[in-house]
């Protein structure tokens, strides 16, 4: 098992950015598809964005499309998530997770992920 420990959250206004990491630790890191998820109060866990292994395929959901970057440090066994222009829709919890197979194809659902990190809070204010 991969153990993921995700940081970077906190409280900020709409229109500010943030960056989360998410710590692995295992040398499976850099052969799974790496991915963060959201889950609001009352809400099911939404995915927001996937990173292949080689950190070279990306896929997004439409809702954070062209304001979220992911991206992967191998090296440090750290994934990112850059936030810009936030919206008080994008207050909750984020986890990071690992793919459960060794394949390139990014998937999509929360079902599809094997290890997972306690989650950081994000609240984004009017």
């Known amino acids: 098992q991969v153990q993921l420990v995700e940081s970077g959250g906190g409280l900020v206004q709409a229109g500010d950015s943030l960056r989360l990491s998410c710590a692995a630790s295992?040398?499976?890191?850099?052969?799974?598809?790496m991915g963060w998820f959201r889950q609001a109060p009352g809400e099911e866990r939404e995915f927001v964005a996937a990173?292949?292994?080689?950190?070279?395929?990306?896929v997004y959901a439409d809702s954070v499309k062209g304001r979220f970057t992911i991206s992967r440090d191998n090296a440090e066994n750290t994934l990112y998530l850059q936030m810009n222009s936030l919206k008080p829709e994008d207050t909750a919890v984020y986890y990071c997770?690992?793919?459960?197979?060794?394949?390139?194809?990014?998937?999509?659902?929360?079902?599809?992920?094997?290890?997972w990190g306690r989650g950081t809070q994000v609240t984004v204010s009017s």
């Open positions: 997770a690992t793919d459960r197979t060794y394949t390139e194809i990014i998937k999509k659902q929360w079902y599809d992920y094997e290890d």
């Open positions: 295992g040398r499976t890191f850099s052969s799974r598809v």
């Open positions: 990173v292949s292994g080689s950190g070279r395929s990306t």
